[in-house]
């Protein structure tokens, strides 16, 4: 009766997957011919081929108790998120091959699951990864032993979300690559997952998946679209957060202060269920979380976030004064989640997003010489941080092993006789149902113009929709078919309709005329990106003093740690209104997607900057927002600039080390520790505090901290606690709420002896008896 119930299930699932309202084409059908996009599809395949498999099979061989070919790589592989690495790479390998046919793609593919196999048969029970002390974890979390923090589990550095990227690697092998044996591991897997937690509680699952977790509904959702058996269904519901379906499906926007990237793909995996199952609240909870983050928390490349973090929708200062700004792995995520929104509707505003992104941040988060980037700083004059295959094993790396294979994924879709044309890349499709071949030849943007030829043996009915972006004016597009020029109504947003049988050697022609545009940033607090068309034009302010241009193995690595530019130096628009500024912005005659500022910028230094497409700029410092400003104003905005910026300018010179209590990569880089311990977020402001202690790893690389500064908040009140470095108690601190609704800083004097051979220092909070430890809001050591 059970495989009965299982088998109509899977029916009724193919026949819901048939109603939606479009169809994507499988990797294998589409590909990228030519152009920016096949140049950057080739630079990730030689990074990928720069990677040793054995190495990052490893952690994987270990955990089975099977002898390793080849040591860990370093940084995150080896440092406790031993093994994560090694999905995103089976993803990347899967879809390249999918998209290009490569026979040693294939290979290792068919190498890494060969070694995966003799993983799970070892284990015995389904298991396959590599996260250290492996057994005792599940076996404690099967118990019911479950001690979670947002960025770890039972002590262990975010083995969920570790552990989902082997789910979706496996995955996309069989979806993508057709790998019959990555099927049944998943398969496998998936009931090894399902014992260790059949036990728990539903309270107690929900505990859990306050730990980052990756998109594991996702991935369940999915086995159940590959199996048709519901119990798969059931695990991805059961694994969806309800903290936060529940508020976002009630438009309730719970965001800021949240770790970006720990949310995105919950959401994912929302919509996905919903698609699977036609469930309202995974869907609105879905599409509200998509509109709340786009149209209030992003950039105009894209990306949101600000240390990982979503800030403030009205206060967006600390992305532009800060080094960390939106994170790839963010965008990598939006974008799988605009592209399920699109499945479901066909409408054109998640079209226009996912260009947007993918132009604007995806493409440019690698460097055409080699290397993928963690965050891209929206400061002004400030630079990128770039991966390098030996030494770099951060998510961004693996998101970005990604991201730059499926360009071709979004190009077409379809639905029954209909045929989408969404974003203007040289391609090309071959639409089965149709017995016909499409090929798009473009040079898009340098040109703003595309052209698509029909290829079938007889004619053929069919419906072609053409996109109308919103960035080319109303009117403004021109349509041929066959060099005849074709009217349409049609409006900017929207889709041009063609029905018609098409026959061999038929071409369509699209004008796209792009224009400059400004768009301000989301608090509108006078800052602006310059667009023309799609496409976020910056500016290369300089070449200098990129410190850690290239990445090492530490765990700060991926942060553009150098000097800031000062604010009161940086290039900003000297106008009396935006009309102005785009009439002094000209086209440089003989460098497409080139514009001189003229003598529109300030300082003069600046004047004559041009403005180029941001993807084009790498290995220098640059700036994409421009402050806005009178002639009139200039002098007051100069003179409060230059007092924040001094002050800026003294703090980051006497600063050894600084901490974000409460924000996750932060605390995870200085190796926090903790017993009986909360953090959360207090006025835009994250916290941590304990009844019990927390500690983490201060770094002293010249032996000359002298000072510790702690940031406090005022009304918090009857709290007793030690803090201790390296043992020794440095200050006994009361907290009694004398300071009323404020942050306000202490310092601490740091004995020389315990700082002048010591390059790590540990710094603990220790509460005493029936007291709490914090809250603490900034921690800075002080030269």
């Not at 098409?502 to 545009?517: A, F, T, V």
């Not at 311990?677 to 207090?682: A, E, F, M, Y």
């Amino acid at each position: 009766m059970q495989k009965i119930i299982g088998a109509l299930f899977f029916l009724l699932n193919l026949w819901v997957h048939a109603q939606q309202s479009i169809e994507l084409f499988p990797l294998n059908q589409v590909s990228v011919t030519s152009g920016i996009f096949k140049r950057a599809q080739q630079t990730d395949w030689e990074y990928m081929q720069a990677l040793d498999t054995d190495r990052l099979l490893a952690p994987f061989l270990r955990e089975a108790g099977l002898k390793p070919k080849a040591e860990s790589y370093t940084n995150w592989e080896n440092t406790g998120l031993d093994g994560h690495i090694l999905g995103h790479y089976l993803s990347a390998l899967s879809m390249y091959y999918a998209s290009t046919k490569d026979t040693l793609a294939e290979q290792k593919i068919d190498d890494i699951l060969s070694e995966l196999k003799r993983v799970q048969q070892a284990n015995g029970n389904g298991y396959i990864g590599g996260i250290p002390g492996s057994n005792k974890l599940w076996e404690d979390i099967k118990n019911g032993n479950i001690k979670a923090g947002s960025f770890s589990l039972n002590g262990k550095w975010v083995p969920l979300y570790n552990i989902h990227k082997t789910f979706a690697g496996l995955k996309d092998a069989w979806v993508h690559a057709e790998k019959v044996d990555a099927k049944n591991m998943l398969i496998d897997l998936t009931d090894w997952f399902i014992d260790v937690t059949k036990d728990l509680k539903d309270v107690q699952v929900q505990d859990m998946l306050r730990s980052e977790h990756g998109g594991l509904n996702e991935v369940f959702a999915e086995v159940y679209n590959i199996t048709g058996d519901k119990k798969y269904l059931d695990l991805a519901k059961r694994f969806s957060e309800k903290a936060l379906l529940n508020p976002l499906a009630k438009k309730e926007d719970i965001l800021t202060g949240m770790h970006a990237n720990t949310q995105i793909p919950k959401f994912i995996g929302f919509e996905r269920i919903s698609q699977l199952n036609h469930d309202s609240i995974y869907h609105n909870s879905a599409l509200h979380f998509y509109n709340n983050v786009t149209q209030h928390r992003s950039l105009s490349i894209g990306g949101n976030s600000v240390r990982e973090h979503f800030n403030p929708t009205d206060d967006f200062s600390s992305v532009l004064e800060g080094e960390q700004g939106p994170e790839t792995c963010n965008t990598y995520n939006m974008l799988k989640l605009s592209k399920l929104l699109f499945e479901d509707t066909g409408n054109d505003s998640y079209i226009e997003f996912y260009e947007r992104a993918m132009y604007n941040h995806i493409l440019s988060s690698q460097n055409p010489n080699g290397g993928f980037v963690y965050f891209t700083p929206m400061r002004p004059g400030h630079y990128r941080v770039y991966s390098q295959p030996e030494t770099s094993f951060w998510c961004c790396v693996g998101s970005g092993l990604e991201n730059h294979t499926k360009y071709n994924e979004l190009i077409y879709a379809k639905n029954k006789d209909t045929l989408y044309v969404n974003l203007f890349v040289p391609s090309k499709v071959n639409w089965k149902d149709k017995e016909a071949e499409i090929t798009q030849n473009t040079n898009f943007p340098e040109e703003a113009k595309t052209q698509l030829i029909w290829k079938s043996k007889k004619r053929t009915y069919a419906t072609i929709k053409l996109r109308y972006p919103k960035w080319v004016n109303p009117g403004e597009l021109k349509l041929f078919i066959n060099k005849k020029l074709i009217y349409t109504d049609a409006e900017p947003g929207h889709y041009i309709s063609m029905s018609r049988k098409w026959k061999k050697g038929d071409k369509i022609e699209l004008q796209l005329p792009m224009h400059l545009s400004l768009e301000q940033i989301p608090d509108a607090s006078g800052y602006v990106s310059v667009k023309y068309g799609p496409v976020v034009l910056a500016a290369v302010t300089g070449s200098e003093n990129q410190d850690g241009l290239f990445a090492d193995d530490s765990r700060g690595g991926h942060v553009a740690n150098g000097s800031f530019l000062p604010l009161t130096e940086a290039p900003m628009f000297i106008a009396d209104n935006f009309d102005d500024i785009l009439k002094n912005i000209k086209p440089i005659s003989g460098k497409p997607l080139t514009f001189s500022t003229g003598n529109l910028v300030h300082p003069e230094n600046f004047k004559g900057l041009e403005l180029q497409p941001f993807y084009k700029i790498h290995e220098k410092r640059y700036a994409i927002y421009f402050k806005t400003e009178t002639p009139e104003g200039l002098a007051k905005m100069q003179q409060d600039l230059k007092e924040k910026q001094e002050a800026e300018a003294h703090l980051r010179a006497i600063t050894v080390d600084y901490i974000a209590p409460g924000e996750q990569q932060p605390e995870s880089d200085h190796g926090i520790q903790s017993e009986n311990s909360n953090n959360g977020v207090n006025q835009n402001r994250h916290w941590r505090d304990a009844t019990g202690w927390f500690s983490y790893q201060l770094r002293n690389k010249n032996h000359d901290a002298k000072t510790l500064r702690i940031t406090y908040f005022g009304k918090d009140s009857r709290r007793k606690f030690k803090i201790l470095i390296n043992g020794v108690t440095i200050a006994n601190v009361e907290l009694n709420g004398e300071k009323d609704n404020t942050f306000y800083e202490v310092d601490y004097q740091i004995p020389d002896e315990l700082t002048q051979n010591e390059a790590i220092l540990n710094l603990r909070f220790e509460a005493e008896e029936n007291s709490v430890a914090g809250g603490i809001y900034g921690i800075r050591l002080i030269r």
